[in-house]
């Protein structure tokens, strides 16, 4: 099993930037990929990026060119760079991490979600 911290969310103006940051712990071994999802008010659960075991990433059109996520091991937390935070961006942020148990059976963790605000 593998649990999931998030932190690095809050208040930010219009153009500026936050740092987030998901730490795992636990069986951290069967960790494949990792990402954030996003979800504003009254609108569904959106994929916000995402990054293998190999360290490939993918992103929402939305934020491309202006949010970085990255890992640097599998131990070691996971981490979204939002630079140029628009108002869209105000969300709930959560950390996931696909795992695999010993059977072979996958599974997705969450994390408990961190909100992000951009306002003026």
């Known amino acids: 099993q593998v649990q999931l911290v998030e932190s690095g969310g809050g208040l930010v103006q219009p153009g500026g930037s936050l740092r987030l940051s998901c730490a795992p712990s636990g069986s951290i071994f069967s960790i494949n990929a990792m990402g954030w999802y996003r979800q504003a008010p009254a609108k569904q659960r959106e994929l916000v990026a995402s990054i293998t075991r190999g360290s490939q990433s993918r992103y929402t059109d939305a934020v491309k060119g202006r949010f970085t996520i990255s890992r640097d091991g599998a131990k070691n937390p996971v981490y979204l760079q939002m630079n140029s935070l628009k108002p869209e961006d105000t969300a709930v942020y959560y950390c996931?991490?696909?795992?695999?148990?010993?059977?072979?059976?996958?599974?997705?963790?969450w994390g408990q979600g961190t909100q992000v605000t951009v306002s003026s």
């Open positions: 996931f991490a696909d795992v695999m148990d010993p059977d072979g059976i996958p599974s997705r963790s």
